[in-house]
């Protein structure tokens, strides 16, 4: 059993919808969850960033943790273009990913104008 | 903000080189990473280090090496390079662990090396 499941996709929706992302995990011990964003051909970027279970919002971003289902999620809301790309989630148990951070293999997004 | 550069953006090397790749960033950050991304495998974590001349083995040490002489410069090295090394290599480096919120790690822009 893989530690981090996300759906690879491609998601494609229409511009102005809402996005749903998800993974699920079956490491007890995580505590810290991200959410990065990749363009194509460059480095992943820190979207969202959370401890424990629960809900974080920045601006059309809302990040959810559900530590009793082992599953997180990323919305989006009022999706545009520009949103389009691969959005990797990653967790750690220790702050600052300091053993290192474990990825789910991304879900590549399309948003279509 | 933080910085975190990488010393070339493509590298094309042969089969058996020594290649070097270099990773330095300008947040004063105690813990750097190298990871290696591949479609389908996503990023997979190859060593780490928590301070200068240390170092971890993460998910997928073989074939590869590491050097850390200053905090902000954090070297992979591929001893004698093979085909199935070709990837994007991704450098990255945070805070020691404290717990905080905006502690996480920040990535540079990659390195995709093929190795010929």
């Known amino acids: 059993q893989k530690e981090v499941e996300q759906d690879p996709g491609p998601l494609s929706v229409p511009e102005g919808a809402i996005v749903s992302l998800n993974c699920t995990y079956s490491n007890s011990a995580f505590q810290y969850f991200m959410w990065y964003r990749q363009y194509s051909r460059k480095g992943p970027e820190l979207l969202m960033y959370t401890y424990s279970s629960g809900n974080k919002e920045d601006g059309r971003f809302t990040a959810q943790v559900d530590k009793s289902s082992k599953y997180i999620s990323l919305f989006i809301r009022d999706s545009q273009p520009s949103d389009s790309a691969t959005y990797l989630c990653a967790m750690s148990a220790r702050g600052g990913g300091a053993d290192g951070l474990t990825f789910g293999k991304g879900t590549h997004l399309i948003i279509q104008p | 903000d933080v910085k975190v550069t990488q010393s070339s953006r493509y590298l094309v090397k042969r089969t058996g080189e020594k290649v070097f790749l270099e990773c330095v960033q300008d947040?004063?950050?105690?813990?750097m990473f190298w990871y290696r991304q591949d479609p389908g495998l996503g990023l997979r974590l190859i060593y780490f280090s928590y301070d200068v001349k240390m170092k971890e083995k993460g998910d997928i040490p073989e074939g590869y090496s590491v050097s850390r002489e200053k905090k902000e410069r954090f070297s992979l090295i591929l001893e004698s390079a093979s085909t199935n090394q070709t990837s994007m290599y991704l450098c990255?480096?945070?805070?020691?662990?404290?717990?905080?919120?905006?502690?996480?790690?920040?990535f540079g822009p990659g390195t995709r090396l093929t190795v010929l």
């Open positions: 990255a480096s945070s805070l020691w662990s404290s717990g905080r919120a905006t502690d996480t790690q920040y």
């Open positions: 947040m004063d950050h105690e813990n």
